[in-house]
């Protein structure tokens, strides 16, 4: 079974340019979420989806960043324009879905992204 | 709110010795506790989960964890470690019942001498 795909894996731009990052979560998976992780830091979360619709996005810096998941299935995160501080990894994990037990997460590779 | 302390950032041991890496959490109820693994350009793998049943925990690879309420602790252990689990260790409590909320904690970096 493929797991979490992310695109690109690097990206480098200058600062004030836009940038974006694909994500398609493992199939069947309802729940999405794009994580930030700085360097030598965990991931915190910016949005979390249930299907196509934003539950969560208390995080997300809404004025400059944006993020879609069109049909409940593969997500885009956007950034523009972009600021050195977005330096950084973008991680996307996804799930099955909430339970009150708790499904576990599983993380893609993440794409690096470096702002000049 | 709910939050995870590393103790340590670096952890160095040496191949078959045993690891410790140490976690305290802050929560107003019972928490569920995990750890995740962070290979180099790998993604996160979740090694373990706690959620209010067994207080130890056995994971994958050899490591499991115990959840000591007293002392609002999660420490991940193994026995004998291996060259393989040199890597970025994430402590990380759920903020609901559903795991949907995780908030990580700063990571140790394990390493593994031969």
């Known amino acids: 079974e493929a797991g979490v795909v992310q695109s690109p894996r690097y990206k480098i731009i200058e600062k004030k340019q836009p940038v974006a990052f694909w994500c398609n979560p493992i199939s069947g998976h309802n729940t999405l979420y794009w994580y930030l992780q700085n360097l030598g830091q965990g991931p915190e979360l910016l949005i979390r989806?249930?299907?196509?619709?934003?539950?969560?996005d208390s995080q997300l810096p809404k004025d400059r960043f944006s993020a879609e998941r069109l049909k409940g299935v593969d997500s885009t995160l956007k950034i523009q324009p972009a600021e050195l501080g977005d330096s950084a990894v973008y991680l996307c994990a996804s799930s099955l879905g909430p339970s009150k037990v708790g499904y576990e997460q599983f993380f893609g590779p993440g794409t690096r992204l470096t702002v000049l | 709110a709910q939050s995870v302390t590393q103790l340590d950032s670096h952890v160095s041991v040496s191949e078959g010795t045993p690891v410790l890496l140490r976690c305290n959490y802050s929560?107003?109820?019972?928490?569920?506790l995990f750890w995740y693994v962070q290979h180099p350009n790998k993604g996160l793998q979740l090694l373990l989960k706690y959620t209010s049943a067994a207080t130890l925990v056995k994971g994958i690879n050899g490591f499991e964890a115990e959840f000591k309420k007293s002392e609002t602790s999660f420490h991940l252990t193994k026995p004998s470690a291996h060259m393989s689990d040199a890597a970025e260790y994430f402590c990380?409590?759920?903020?609901?019942?559903?795991?949907?909320?995780?908030?990580f904690g700063g990571g140790t970096r394990l390493m593994v001498k031969p």
């Open positions: 929560s107003s109820y019972s928490p569920s």
């Open positions: 989806y249930e299907n196509e619709e934003a539950v969560d």
């Open positions: 990380v409590v759920s903020r609901d019942n559903a795991g949907n909320m995780l908030t």
